[in-house]
């Protein structure tokens, strides 16, 4: 498998425009994470997908933040309008069931630089 | 509320042994894992616990204490590639459904 797939790798935006990150979970995960990580705030929670459902959306920082998950291969987190504040890594990640074997896998990130 | 507490930073010597510590307080608790994150890297998975004692997975162990809310990883025979942060994350399964909260990572520094 070549595991959890994210794009693009590198985002440099102006603020007030929109930006997508997309991510590709593992194919049979039933879990898909988005988390943000930044130096000051570590690796923060935003939004967890079960079978493609939202559960939980209380760390999405804001209405300009929002993710969806239409199927069970792909998974998009949108910011509009962007601001120099949301500049951070966003990692994606997936997980089947407890996970317990081998954690839940990772992308590589997407780092994000809004001016 | 949910709170995990690791040193910010820690530096050993080639060879030696580091132990990194975790304590935790959280609603629910469902496992504990400990990932290794590169500088501009993923996190990567190391270990995982769930009932009390130790793992062992070659060079690097982990410990869990759930009464106690604490946790280590204990790095033996460290290389200079073990340099890196090492990240404590407790899972908890609120309505059922499981999600991974992180520590903010102890960053290791082995020197020659």
């Known amino acids: 498998d070549a595991g959890v797939i994210q794009s693009p790798r590198h985002e440099v935006t102006e603020m007030g425009q929109e930006v997508t990150l997309r991510c590709k979970p593992i194919?049979?995960?039933?879990?898909l994470f988005w988390y943000r990580q930044t130096m000051m705030r570590g690796l923060e929670l935003l939004i967890y997908?079960?079978?493609?459902?939202?559960?939980?959306d209380s760390g999405m920082p804001e209405d300009r933040f929002s993710a969806k998950m239409p199927n069970a291969s792909f998974s998009t987190l949108k910011i509009q309008p962007s601001e120099p504040r949301d500049s951070a890594v966003y990692f994606c990640a997936s997980s089947l069931g407890t996970a317990s074997d081998y954690g839940y896998t990772f992308g590589s990130g997407t780092r994000l630089t809004v001016v | 509320g949910q709170n995990i507490d690791q040193p910010t930073e820690m530096t050993a010597t080639e060879g030696a042994i580091v132990q990194i510590n975790c304590t935790y307080q959280t609603s629910g608790f469902n496992g504990l894992f400990w990932y290794q994150q590169h500088a501009g890297e993923a996190p990567t998975f190391l270990s995982y616990?769930?009932?009390?004692g130790l793992e062992e997975k070659g060079r690097f162990s982990s410990f869990l204490s759930r009464s106690k809310g604490y946790s280590y990883l204990l790095l033996k025979e460290l290389q200079m590639k073990d340099s890196a942060s090492y990240l404590c994350a407790v899972r908890v399964n609120p309505g059922g459904y499981n999600k991974l909260i992180f520590g903010a990572g102890t960053r290791l520094a082995v020197h020659p």
């Open positions: 194919s049979g995960h039933d879990y």
């Open positions: 616990n769930v009932l009390d």
């Open positions: 997908f079960n079978n493609n459902v939202p559960i939980d």
